[in-house]
């Protein structure tokens, strides 16, 4: 089974950026949707962005203008570039498919915090 390793967090201040990648062992190409999920302290695990194998993107209100999620197929990874980062995006991220259908990774740990 495809295994997917988050990395690419870490600790940044208010209107900070910060790309996050997720690299998955095996072929992606399969999976028509991707998307990148979060999990904030004491609440479910959302998704904030996802991508079709076409390229076509979709976006929760929250992060939208903000957050820019793209695949590469060739390497099997798939990033979210988050720019203007708010404290509210502190959560512990993770790439899956949508919906998802592969054990979670570890995901990796975002903080915004001044």
């Known amino acids: 089974q495809v295994q997917l390793v988050e990395s690419g967090g870490g600790l940044v201040q208010p209107g900070g950026s910060l790309r996050l990648s997720c690299a998955a062992s095996?072929?992606?190409?399969?999976?028509?949707?991707m998307g990148w999920y979060r999990q904030a302290p004491g609440k479910e695990r959302e998704l904030v962005a996802r991508i079709i194998n076409g390229g076509t993107t979709t976006y929760a209100d929250s992060v939208k203008g903000r957050f820019t999620i793209s695949r590469d197929n060739a390497k099997n990874t798939v990033y979210l570039q988050m720019n203007s980062l708010k404290p509210e995006d502190t959560a512990v991220y993770y790439c899956?498919?949508?919906?998802?259908?592969?054990?979670w990774g570890q995901g990796t740990q975002v903080t915004v915090s001044s």
């Open positions: 899956n498919t949508d919906p998802p259908s592969v054990r």
């Open positions: 095996g072929s992606i190409f399969r999976f028509v949707f």
